[in-house]
């Protein structure tokens, strides 16, 4: 099975995130910031990967280092439970739509990390929840999963159904790009022949 357990701890952070990515989108987060776990929730529902986090981190300073570190750690859980990538579909996109929101994400596990975010969340805060937190986590996951990851925000004036738009846009394309090609289980999709 492709699962991984990455543990990550630091003066700021203490984290644990099990991934499955052959699962049916399970999911038990629980870092200590609402609305992020709600993200985390959505992001393993609809990419049908089951995810256990655990995470404490210096929330009495702020959100920040939680979240980044949380991205941190997932990337890693993702790039160690795909292994050698062989037989995946390697790529992903969704155009999703929630409510007066509406984002694309494209992505590629080609383990060349780049992100492209242009979500223009309209406010500072969801709830309690730093906006700009939503970018930071992204450009964690997209670096230590190794993920060309572009996310774009077509349309949307609320900052909570555009922010849960792109997590589910996300998942979505995730859920993709990580699934077997049947045509190709075990081929390594790359005319390089790695990844």
């Known amino acids: 099975m492709r699962t991984a357990t990455i543990t990550r701890k630091t003066a700021e952070t203490d984290i644990s995130v099990t991934v499955n990515l052959d699962g049916s989108g399970v999911y038990d987060n629980q870092t200590g910031v609402g609305f992020f776990d709600h993200m985390l929730d959505q992001l393993s529902r ?3 990967i089951d995810m256990t986090i655990r995470a ?5 300073i702020d959100d920040h280092h939680t979240v980044e570190d949380v991205g941190i750690a997932l990337g890693q859980a993702l790039s160690v439970a795909l292994g050698d990538k062989r037989g995946i579909n390697r790529y992903g996109s ?7 929101a509406q984002v694309r994400c494209a992505l590629d596990l080609s383990a060349r990390p780049y ?3 242009n979500l223009d969340l309209p406010f500072g805060k969801i709830g309690t929840f730093d906006t700009e937190l939503v970018r930071e986590f992204f450009q964690a ?3 230590h999963g190794g ?4 996310i774009d925000k077509l349309h949307g004036f609320n900052a909570h159904h555009i922010a ?6 996300v998942a979505r394309a995730l859920r993709e790009a990580v ?4 045509r190709k289980t075990d081929a390594i999709p790359s005319t390089k022949g790695a990844l």
């Open 141 to 143: 996951l997209s670096t």
């Open 115 to 117: 992100l492209i975010c």
């Open 179 to 182: 699934e077997t090609d049947p």
């Open 56 to 60: 404490t981190g210096d929330l009495h």
């Open 94 to 100: 969704c155009h999703l739509a929630m409510d007066d």
């Open 46 to 48: 609809h990419a049908l």
């Open 147 to 150: 993920i060309t990851l572009h």
């Open 164 to 169: 849960e738009a792109a997590f589910k846009a």
